[in-house]
């Protein structure tokens, strides 16, 4: 299977980012194959991919392998009660891509490291007027709710957007890029 498309909005940070993780590793939450993994593993950093799906992380596992990238893979289904294997201000950057669960908004931004980066970027309600993505509301995104999830965290780039992949389908998309202060 080629590889999968990297967010434009993952590349617009991929500076702060490689800063970021020189606080701390970077975790890849809700990872699926890695391929936002393997990008920040391929850019320096150490990285831990989480995902519930066995089949993905070991996938993940033999590409991260394969180009010898750094990137450990854990095994956790948030959504049936599993806790994020990180003590608070542990990691330099947190990676969300295509996946809401609002319940882990507050430990997410509780893992950051002091200056530690968020990059969050998923779907927002206007997905549903599509054949294709999540049609649930309780995994789409209101009108400006990104932000308001991470009160705690200083914005950096806020953007709602359609866009379109390389297969020219189209996407409702929230991105953000927030920091946690000094403390």
Known sequence: MPPAEISPF?????TALRAAAELGPVLDLACG????????????????????????????????????????????????????????????AVLVFRYLWRPLSEPLADLLRAGG???????TIHQRDLP??????????DDGELPKLFPELEVVDFREEAREDADGRRWHL?????????R
């Open 132 to 141: 294709h993505g999540p049609g649930n509301a309780a995994f789409l995104l």
């Open 10 to 14: 993952f590349a617009a940070h991929a």
């Open 174 to 182: 929230a991105s953000l890029a927030a920091r946690r202060p000094a």
């Open 33 to 92: 194959r890695g391929r936002h993994a393997l990008a920040a593993a391929a850019a320096g950093a150490r990285v831990v991919a989480l995902d519930r799906s066995i089949p993905f992380l070991e996938e993940l596992r033999r590409d991260a392998a394969a180009r010898s990238l750094p990137v450990a893979c854990v095994r956790a289904d948030l959504e049936g009660g599993a806790q994020i294997p990180f003590a608070s201000a542990r990691l330099g």
């Open 117 to 123: 980066l968020l990059l969050y970027e998923t779907f």
